[in-house]
């Protein structure tokens, strides 16, 4: 049932191993997987890493310090990358030195975020068009140090630049390649094309892992995208979200359904305010309230009503008084 994605999976590469205990990934979603959410989440079980949202270079070197906040404190609750986003080398080794320091399991490389503000500055998704680039900022990565180094690209349009930057990924000798097998002209809310994956399976599936993302919203999808595409590990994001317990019923774990997830929310809610003020709290709450269902633990009207919430303890009353109610 699980389809292998319960089984230890190893990044490597150049770098010193890492051994995630399962082949599920959480996605560095901006601004949402910060290290409250991968604890809860790895709290239910079958999750076996995760990446922090994006840490931009720019016009300086991260600091450990900085960079500790945004990975959490340690030990981690599973394995963590901290994830850079850079448009070329300057800073870069400096960064990924603090990233070891700060306690960074292993390093991911953003060349897929479509966002205008990033590829306007050269970095993201603006990198599959200029492959040499690309393969500079990896290499320099690769040489900076003991971590490990992972990629998450998406496939341009053309096929051959396409095996062009595969090709160079896997001869640099990095861990792992994520494809979120969206063109970076379709964003996020298309329907996700398997066929990436499976092409980068077959083209370098043999020399390292490469890990499936993209419409993985049920247990039944990510089964599915193993099946078609041969991919050696699932990249969750927005169904991490939906269904906090996702990774879970993937490897045949207990999980929580309907009315029996709201007290999990209940807690989280508490657990943010502790680490943030309420206004933030709230803020945050939305991003992740606009997906949230567990398996119909909250009706589309009760959700809105949270959604519209700036208040802390309005929202957290409203939410355990859900709890001790049946559906609407």
Not at 93 to 113: E, F, K, S, V
Not at 132 to 158: F, N, Q, T, Y
Request: proline share 8%; with cysteine; aromatic share 4%.
């Amino acid at each position: 049932m699980t389809a292998g994605l319960d089984r230890p999976l190893v990044l490597a590469g150049s770098g010193r191993p890492v051994v995630l205990p399962t082949r599920l990934l959480l996605a560095p979603m901006q601004g949402v997987s910060d290290a409250p959410l991968r604890t809860a989440l790895a709290a239910h079980g079958g999750l076996g890493g995760a990446m922090t949202d994006y840490a931009r270079i720019s016009a300086h070197p991260h600091g450990p310090g900085a960079l500790r906040r945004r990975l959490g404190p340690g030990p981690h609750s599973v394995p963590t990358a901290l994830q850079i986003l850079t448009a070329d080398t300057p800073y870069l080794a400096a960064t990924i030195a603090a990233a070891a320091a700060a306690g960074a399991d292993w390093i991911d490389l953003n060349c897929g975020c479509p966002s205008p503000k990033v590829t306007g500055g050269g970095g993201g998704a603006a990198l599959l068009i200029d492959p040499p680039r690309l393969e500079r900022i990896v290499r320099c990565a690769l040489a900076a140090g003991p971590l490990p180094v992972s990629v998450k690209l998406r496939p341009p349009r053309d096929p051959g630049r396409y095996h062009e930057l595969l090709a160079a990924l896997a001869a640099a000798g990095v861990a792992a390649v994520t494809v979120h097998a969206r063109h970076p002209e379709q964003g996020y809310q298309s329907e996700a094309r398997w066929e990436a994956i499976a092409t980068a399976v077959a083209q370098i599936g043999e020399r390292l892992p490469v890990i499936g993302n993209g419409s993985v919203w049920r247990c039944e999808d990510a089964l599915r995208m193993v099946a078609q595409t041969g991919c050696a590990g699932v990249m969750i994001a927005r169904g991490a979200l939906a269904d906090p317990w996702l990774c879970a019923r993937v490897c045949g774990l207990s999980a929580a359904r309907g009315r029996a997830a709201l007290p999990w929310l209940v807690d989280f809610i508490e657990a943010r305010r502790a680490e943030s003020s309420a206004h933030a709290v709230c803020g945050r709450l939305k991003q992740f309230l606009r997906y949230f269902d567990a398996c119909g633990a909250l009706a589309p009207g009760e959700r809105a009503q949270l959604m519209v919430q700036r208040d802390y303890d309005r929202t957290l009353a409203m939410v355990a008084a859900l709890a001790l109610t049946p559906p609407a």
